[in-house]
């Protein structure tokens, strides 16, 4: 596929992303787009779907071929998707993440940072931590310091 419809489909992908609109997303990964292609900001769409809470686009990035564990570098939003959902405490994007294999203790700022637990507990959701409990995140682990 060209570059230039490739940066095309991503624009769009990331467009229908934040938007919530499942189909287009499901339409545009059907027509090539990259479910990995970050945008300007070097944010991934998996990210944006996690942050958002958007359960049905998450599988449907992840299924297409996005890692459950990129970090994200984008201003504003950087971290994992699992961070990012565990963080505003949508469970049903914890499960989805979880579900494709996403890493309960994975730390951001490539492992210096909080985990998903670590947000969970700070959000306070209690149902969200202990959901990443029950998928093997270690409670008693702590972030490093400056963090």
């Not at 071929?65 to 565990?86: K, Q």
């Not at 505003?88 to 951001?108: C, F, K, P, S």
């Not at 270690?138 to 490093?144: G, I, W």
Request: hydrophobic share 35%; charged share 25%; net charge negative.
């Amino acid at each position: 596929m060209k570059r230039r419809q490739q940066k095309k489909l991503s624009r769009h992908l990331f467009e229908a992303t934040v938007t919530a609109d499942a189909s287009r997303v499901k339409a545009l990964l059907r027509a090539g787009a990259d479910p990995e292609r970050e945008d300007s900001d070097a944010t991934t769409p998996l990210y944006l779907a996690s942050v958002q809470g958007e359960a049905e686009i998450t599988r449907l990035l992840m299924e297409a071929g996005a890692s459950s564990d990129t970090e994200s570098r984008g201003a504003g939003s950087e971290g994992t998707p699992l961070c990012a959902a565990a963080c505003w405490g949508h469970r049903e994007t914890v499960r989805e993440l979880l579900a494709h294999g996403a890493d309960a203790n994975l730390r951001e700022d490539h492992g210096t940072g909080w985990s998903p637990l670590d947000w969970a507990n700070n959000g306070p959701h209690p149902e969200t931590a202990e959901l990443l409990i029950t998928a093997g995140a270690n409670p008693t682990r702590r972030p490093s310091s400056g963090s």
